[in-house]
């Protein structure tokens, strides 16, 4: 009860397992309305006007086919419509007043409810993220005048190749140069020459984490973007005059209080909280 957060050892396979989950909860299946089975029934038989009694067969009788109740189809059509939300109520972002910055390291906005301090790096982070991850936007490759040589172990080698269309979309530029070495003939941009080989090998870690899930190639792209994202969103710093374009940019996003850890964007102070922060009624 004393902590508000918990980590998982193995974040990778908690996520693989929730979507799978996701994923079989909302497959669609066929369900099958429970009919009247002749087996069940008793035999009928004919009335003592039409001479003996005799067994109708079970060939002359057909099935009953039983329909869903109306009143259930009704119900569910108005639960339906309670749900409905009009396109411009869903994609009508909050309005904020810009109030300055505090300390170079977070904004302060005037909401409709209360103070709101946005993390301007957490929000770059998660317009980057979904730029990347849409397509939006591409991570930028920059040829290298001398191929950089990586030596890994034959599983990685085979993974790279069997993956290289994918690590391309990251960046990279990869060739089997035979046995367990690799060259690596162009990188993404904002990588100095001396984190090449760590960031490509922290995306071979990344596949073999997901290695065997049916999304191995789109949760891999998922854990380099992040970490992409990180780094073009400390490369240039962040103005008051450009908090106007961020915030437009952020609530476009899917999940726009969020960076891509989980970590907030926006955080709220209520008017409610301040008022009994200064012990007003």
Same mark, same amino acid.
């Given at each position: 009860p004393a902590k508000r957060e918990v980590r998982f050892a193995e974040p990778a396979q908690v996520r693989i397992a929730?979507?799978?989950a996701i994923e079989e909860a909302l497959r669609p299946k066929e369900v099958v309305a429970p009919g009247i089975s002749v087996q069940q029934r008793p035999s009928l038989q004919l009335g003592e006007n039409e001479g003996s009694q005799q067994a109708v067969t079970e060939d002359e009788v057909e099935p009953v086919k039983s329909s869903p109740p109306e009143?259930?189809?009704a119900w569910r059509h108005e639960e339906q419509k309670e749900l409905?939300?009009?396109p411009e109520e869903a994609s009508k972002p909050p309005e904020f007043? !810009?109030?300055?910055?505090?300390?170079k390291r977070y904004a302060l906005l005037e909401g409709d409810e209360g103070l709101v301090l946005l993390e301007p790096q957490a929000a770059r982070e998660r317009v980057f993220y979904e730029r990347l991850i849409n397509d939006q936007g591409e !991570?930028?490759?920059q040829g290298l005048l001398v191929p950089v040589l990586l030596e890994l172990d034959v599983r990685d080698v085979d993974l790279l190749m069997r993956f290289r269309e994918h690590f391309d979309q990251a960046g990279f530029a990869l060739e089997s140069f035979g046995g367990q070495t690799v060259t690596i003939s162009a990188a993404?941009?904002?990588l100095n020459e001396n984190d090449i080989k760590r960031s490509l090998i922290d995306l071979v870690d990344l596949v073999i984490d997901r290695d065997g899930s049916s999304r191995v190639k789109k949760l891999a792209y998922e854990g380099f973007a992040s970490k992409v994202s990180y780094v073009l969103a400390r490369q240039d710093g962040w103005s008051e005059s450009s908090l106007s374009g961020l915030l437009?940019?952020?609530f476009k996003c899917d999940l726009p209080y969020c960076d891509p850890a989980g970590r907030p964007t926006l955080v709220q102070i209520s008017f409610q909280e301040l008022d009994r922060k200064f012990g007003k009624s």
């Open positions: 929730i979507l799978d009143n259930k189809i409905e939300v009009t007043r !810009i109030l300055g910055a505090l300390s !991570i930028e490759s993404p941009s904002f437009d940019d952020l």
